[in-house]
């Protein structure tokens, strides 16, 4: 079955299952994401933090896909940011992609101590009206930090990409964005490993009761709340496993109990102190 688009806010859409580069070496990336685009992915997030752009778009330029099915996001590496060279930033992501645009640029993090992601979010205004990016959006913004580049530009990010997965729900943040029609995406959809996915019996039962894997179930759960999620495969039976959740349906009861599992701790990066 084909993957849901997502429409964003500011007319564009989103493939809402793509395939996530954190950590994957640059030097076996292009393999990796050939891979997953011949498994069927449409969309790639990476980030120049990743080392991985160069690898990223000699994949995409590889493969015989018009252009305009695939979606690439890149994001802001913080360096950058701190040193206010956003422009440059952009110029180098696109260079290293070796692409004609890129469909959504974020800023990776907030980094508030070094108070200037509104002026970064000003120059990210620029660039997509200039047409150098389809979309804008942000990465591991509060609300206050959403607050700020909305009172200060009237212009509301696309997307906001945050750490999100059953043991971290994002609650106040999610009401947030529905509100402001800022489309959620969810970092670490997975828990990237930082607990046994087939640990909660609400994902063990529901895994048993449709014949499908715990990493299935969570996904599953994921796109049933409309979120966007581009889980981290590198083995093909996971990267397969992760496109195979279009058929079937988690019950209001099986995704109220996943819901029951949040605990309000985020267990990554935390945006307020990474700076
Ligand atoms: P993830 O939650 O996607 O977990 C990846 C881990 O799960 C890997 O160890 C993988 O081997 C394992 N896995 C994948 N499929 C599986 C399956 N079917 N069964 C069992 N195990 C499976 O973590 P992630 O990679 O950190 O997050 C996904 C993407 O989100 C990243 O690749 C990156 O693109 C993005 N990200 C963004 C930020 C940010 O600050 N914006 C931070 C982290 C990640």
Known sequence: MAVPQIQLN??????????????VDPGVTQGVV????????RHIDTATGYSNEAAVGAAVRASDLPRDQLFVTTKLANADHR??????????????????????YLIHWPMPAVEKYVAAWQEFIHFRDEGL??????????????????AATGVVPAVNQVELHPVFQERDLRAYHDAHGIVTEAWGPLGQGRWALDSYPAIAAAAAAHGKSPAQVILRWHIQHGTVIFPKASAPAHMADNFAIFDFELAPAELAAIDALDTNQRLGGNPYTNN
């Open 10 to 23: 500011d007319n564009h859409s989103i493939p809402q299952l793509g395939f996530g580069v954190f950590k």
């Open 34 to 41: 050939e891979a997953a685009l011949a498994a069927g992915y």
């Open 133 to 150: 990016t389809k979309s804008i959006g942000v990465s591991n913004f509060q609300i206050e930090h959403l607050d700020a580049i909305i």
């Open 83 to 104: 040193a206010g060279d956003f422009r440059g930033a952009y110029e180098r992501s696109l260079a290293a992609l070796d692409l004609d645009y890129i469909d959504l």
